[in-house]
C-alpha cells in the first residue's frame, strides 16, 4: 500500500525545522517516515497545517516532556533525542497525533480559558470578603481534563493506522507492542507470555477497527486513565514530580494571585480571603511551587484557606517561578509569617526610584495580562516594559492608566508583540493609549534616566525609543 502523501506546506514545516540547531538529517528522515507509515497522522497533520492549526515544528529538549503544543505560536515541539539517537517510531506516533489535536481543540480549550479569566477577574474586583475560586478552578482545570483526554485518543488512533499500515490484519497485541508505555493507559495486558490476552481498559470502548471514537464516555474513561493518573506516573513539569491538575493549576493560580493584588478590596477596604478547596481540585500546593508560581512583582506570597478541611486551613503560595522551590512554612491561622529567602527575589531594578510606585502600578497590569493570555512575562522582562510605558505615560500624562492590552498579530494570532497602556474606557474614541514593544524596549536603567528628565512634573525633553503616544 502506496502511503498517503505529505502535502507542500507539511513538507515545508517538516524542512524547516531540519534547519534549527541540533536537528540531524536523521530526525528528519524519521519525522518524514514516521508521519508517511500512519495515514491518519497523515491526514491530521496535513489538515493542521491547512486549517492554521500548525505553522511550525521545534525542538524540545525539556526530558520531562514527550512534545507539546503551543496554542498562541501553532508550534509544535518534538523531542531531538526522541527522533534520533533514541527514536522509537511508535512513540513518535503517538506523540504526534497527540499534539496535533491540541491543534484541532486549541478554539475550544481557548473558550475556556477565555471564560475563566473573564469570571476570575470578576470575582477579584467583587467587593465580597471571601472570593471562592473553586468553582472557576473546576471548571477551567475540567477544560483541559478533556483536551488532553481527546488528544489522547488521538495519540491512540494514530498508533492503530501505523499498526495496520505495517500489517492490516494487526491485532490488539500488535498495536500495543508498538509502544507499550503508551498503550497501557488504553489496554490491559493480562497473562504470561506468549500467550498474553489484551483487552480495552474499564470506561473505553473500541470499535472494530480497534479504534476509539471521542464521546463523552471515552473521553471520561480516558481521563481516568491519564490525566487522572497521579504524579509518580505523568513525571510532569519543572521537576517531574507534577500532575496534570498541579501542572495546570500553576497556570491559574498566579493569576489569581495577580487579579487579587490589582483588584481585592473589599467593601471595607480590607483584602478579600481567598478559598481554594485543594483536595477537591487534586491540588498541591509544594508540587506548583516546584513548577514555578509567579505570582507578580507585588507579592511574594498569596494567602489563601483551603476548604478542604473543616475549618478552613490557612496557607499561602509563593512566588518560586525564578527558584522552583518549593516553600515549607505552614503558619498557623491569623499569623502573618515572612516567606524564607529562598523565595524572596532580587529588588527590581526600578527600587528606590522616584517613579518606582508607578512602574509598579503599570508593571502589575501588565503581568496579570500576559498571565491572561498564557504566557507571563519574566520579571525583568515585565520591569524593563513597564518603565518603557512609565516613560510614555507620563509624556503622554496617563500615569499608570487604566488597562493594558496586547496585541494580537491578525495574521499569525501572535499575541503580545506590542503592549498598549490605556487610559479610558477601551471602547471608547476618546480614549488615549501608549505602546512599547517588550522586543524593542530598552534596558530599564535607560528608561529610568528618561523618567528623571521628564521630572515629577511631567513632560520635559524625554525621548521615547521603543513607544509613541497615539489619541483616539
Request: charged share 20%.
Amino acid at each position: 500500500m502506496s502511503p498517503k502523501p505529505i502535502s507542500a506546506d507539511l513538507q515545508k514545516l517538516i524542512d524547516d525545522f531540519g534547519k534549527q540547531p541540533g536537528v540531524s538529517a536523521n530526525a528528519v528522515k524519521n519525522l518524514s517516515d514516521t508521519i508517511k507509515g500512519s495515514p491518519v497522522l497523515t491526514d491530521q497533520l496535513n489538515g493542521a497545517v491547512a486549517a492554521g492549526h500548525l505553522k511550525s515544528f521545534k525542538a524540545l529538549t525539556d526530558p520531562n516532556m514527550g512534545g507539546s503544543y503551543n496554542g498562541g505560536t501553532q508550534a509544535m515541539s518534538l523531542p531531538v533525542a526522541g527522533l534520533d539517537a533514541n527514536f522509537n517510531k511508535g512513540e513518535i506516533t503517538f506523540v504526534l497525533g497527540h499534539e496535533v489535536q491540541h491543534g484541532y481543540n486549541r478554539g475550544a480549550r481557548d473558550a475556556v480559558r477565555s471564560t475563566f479569566y473573564a469570571e476570575a477577574e470578576a470575582l477579584a474586583k467583587n467587593p465580597a470578603a471571601v472570593h471562592d475560586y473553586t468553582p472557576l478552578l473546576n471548571k477551567v482545570i475540567e477544560g483541559d481534563r478533556v483536551n488532553e483526554s481527546t488528544a489522547n485518543i488521538a495519540g491512540w488512533n494514530a498508533l492503530v493506522s501505523a499498526a495496520k499500515e505495517a500489517k492490516p490484519a494487526a491485532t490488539l497485541g500488535d498495536v500495543y507492542n508498538l509502544q507499550p508505555g503508551r498503550a497501557s493507559d488504553f489496554i490491559a495486558r493480562t497473562g504470561t507470555a506468549p500467550n498474553y490476552a489484551y483487552a480495552a481498559r474499564d470506561g473505553l470502548t473500541l470499535s472494530a477497527d480497534l479504534t476509539i471514537a471521542v464521546n463523552p464516555a471515552n473521553t471520561a474513561g480516558m481521563a481516568k486513565h491519564f490525566y487522572d493518573l497521579p504524579p509518580a506516573q505523568t513525571r510532569l513539569g519543572h521537576g517531574g514530580n507534577s500532575d496534570y491538575p498541579n501542572y495546570h493549576g500553576s497556570i491559574y493560580v498566579p493569576m489569581i494571585s495577580q487579579w487579587e493584588q490589582a483588584h481585592g478590596r473589599t467593601a471595607e477596604g480590607g483584602k478579600p480571603q481567598v478559598h481554594i478547596d485543594m483536595k477537591a481540585l487534586h491540588l498541591d500546593r509544594e508540587i506548583m511551587e516546584t513548577n514555578g508560581l509567579n505570582l507578580g512583582a507585588a507579592a511574594t506570597v498569596q494567602p489563601y484557606y483551603d476548604t478542604s478541611t473543616t475549618p478552613p486551613t490557612q496557607a499561602r503560595f509563593h512566588h518560586t517561578i525564578d527558584t522552583h522551590l518549593p516553600v515549607r512554612d505552614p503558619i498557623a491561622p491569623g499569623v502573618e509569617a515572612t516567606a524564607p529567602a529562598q523565595a524572596e527575589r532580587a529588588a527590581p531594578a526600578s527600587a528606590g526610584h522616584r517613579d518606582q510606585a508607578l512602574i509598579g502600578d503599570i508593571r502589575d497590569k501588565v503581568q496579570a495580562e500576559f498571565a491572561r493570555h498564557g504566557s507571563p512575562l519574566s520579571e525583568p522582562d515585565a520591569e524593563r516594559v513597564a518603565a518603557a510605558l512609565a516613560v510614555q505615560g507620563k509624556t503622554a500624562g496617563i500615569g499608570s492608566g487604566d488597562h493594558v492590552v496586547l496585541s494580537v498579530d491578525p495574521a499569525t494570532k501572535e499575541v503580545g508583540k506590542t503592549v498598549f497602556l490605556v487610559k479610558g474606557e477601551l471602547d471608547s474614541p476618546s480614549h488615549t493609549r501608549v505602546s512599547a514593544s517588550p522586543q524593542q524596549a530598552p534596558a530599564t536603567e535607560e528608561s529610568l534616566r528618561q523618567l528623571d528628565a521628564i521630572g515629577p512634573a511631567g513632560p520635559a525633553q524625554a525621548a521615547p525609543q521603543a513607544a509613541k503616544t497615539m489619541q483616539h
